[in-house]
Nanobody
Framework: QVQLVESGGGLVQPGESLRLSCAAS????????IGWFRQAPGKEREAVSSITTSDSGTWYSNSVKGRFTISRDIANNVVYLQMNNLKPEDTAVYYCATSRYFSSFVLREFDYWGQGTQVTVPS
């Protein structure tokens, strides 16, 4: 079992940046993939980005490609999500999660979830 704690959310203006952190209580290398998901009010949770712990392979949803960057610090068991040029449609609670599937971005393939961090970008 692993505990995940997200941080770094906040209220920013359109075009600004935030960096989210996901700190794991255990070893990231115990999992094949770490993912970032988000859920806006009244909408389903959706995948945003994921990274494989072994080779840093990454995946991004089309809505964030080119603006968000995922990275991992294996030594400190932290995964980051750098979010640039934020838009109002990025407003959501952001969650990180672990998966035993390689290079996954499918929600049902993720086992453990953090409590989420709120990102708000007003229009």
């Amino acid at each position: 079992q692993v505990q995940l704690v997200e941080s770094g959310g906040g209220l920013v203006q359109p075009g600004e940046s935030l960096r989210l952190s996901c700190a794991a209580s255990g070893r990231l290398m115990d999992w094949y993939t770490i993912g970032w998901f988000r859920q806006a009010p009244g909408k389903e949770r959706e995948a945003v980005s994921s990274i494989t712990t072994s080779d840093s392979g990454t995946w991004y949803s089309n809505s964030v490609k080119g603006r968000f960057t995922i990275s991992r610090d294996i030594a400190n068991n932290v995964v980051y999500l750098q979010m640039n040029n934020l838009k109002p449609e990025d407003t959501a609670v952001y969650y990180c999660a672990t998966s035993r599937y390689f290079s996954s971005f499918v929600l049902r393939e993720f086992d453990y979830w953090g409590q989420g961090t709120q990102v708000t970008v007003p229009s």
